[in-house]
């Protein structure tokens, strides 16, 4: 079955470091996106890319970073510059299509130790 | 440029009892709408979408949403909720141009007492 992957579920970073969370699709999709989810905050978009070695910022790219070097994968750094790494955060992808919508991984949990 | 607004962070209704979410849109172009759910530490997943056909959508779940072009609104209704529909649902809105980009509101909570 197609879907879309997140790994790992949970995820523990210390002070200082960079850690990657990692995003598949076997869905054949062009775009895939980055969201942040904190409580109360709903979504946050980080980066997309809507194509393969083309990603643009979103609302909160600051302290994130991202490469595009296959249509399937789309994973996402979080750097030491992320002053606040702890929170959720979901993988999406579509077809560049106006009426299309997301399909979403199931997360991954990042919490700073 | 698009929006979208729910109205209420928090919806707490009894079992068995009617659930209305709300959703209003602002768009400057025809508009497609989503409602997302998402259970505790999980993805979103696809309730429902319209898409300029009719303008009362069916989706899973028992769920259903009435596009109202004069009020400018998408809201999610459910006859009879049901312990397991205790979630947060989020309503999106895109539209002709957009290339797929989601605008996203800020999601309702609801609570099911039994």
């Known amino acids: 079955d197609g879907g879309i992957t997140q790994s790992p579920k949970y995820l523990f970073r210390k002070e200082g470091q960079n850690v990657t969370l990692s995003c598949e699709q076997n869905l054949n999709h062009d775009a895939m996106y980055w969201y942040r989810q904190d409580p109360g905050q709903g979504l946050r978009l980080i980066y997309y890319s809507q194509i393969v070695n083309d990603f643009q910022k979103g609302d909160i790219a600051e302290g994130y970073s991202v490469s595009r070097e296959k249509k399937e994968s789309f994973p996402l750094t979080v750097t030491s510059a992320q002053k606040n790494p702890t929170a959720f955060y979901l993988c999406?992808?579509?077809?560049?299509?106006?009426?299309?919508?997301?399909?979403f991984g199931s997360g991954t949990r990042l919490t700073v130790v | 440029a698009q929006s979208v607004t729910q109205l209420g962070s928090h919806v707490s209704v009894s079992e068995g009892a009617l659930v209305l979410l709300r959703c209003n849109y602002s768009s400057s172009v025809p508009p497609y709408l989503f409602w997302y759910v998402q259970y505790p530490n999980q993805g979103l997943q696809l309730l429902l979408k319209y898409t300029s056909a009719a303008t009362l959508v069916k989706g899973i779940n028992g769920f259903e949403a009435e596009f109202k072009k004069s009020e400018t609104s998408f809201h999610l209704t459910k006859p009879s909720a049901h312990m397991s529909d205790a979630a947060e649902y989020f309503c999106?809105?895109?539209?002709?141009?957009?290339?797929?980009?989601?605008?996203f509101g800020k999601g309702t909570k609801l609570s099911v007492k039994p």
């Open positions: 999106a809105v895109s539209g002709r141009g957009s290339q797929g980009n989601l605008i």
């Open positions: 999406a992808s579509s077809y560049p299509r106006d009426a299309y919508g997301y399909t």
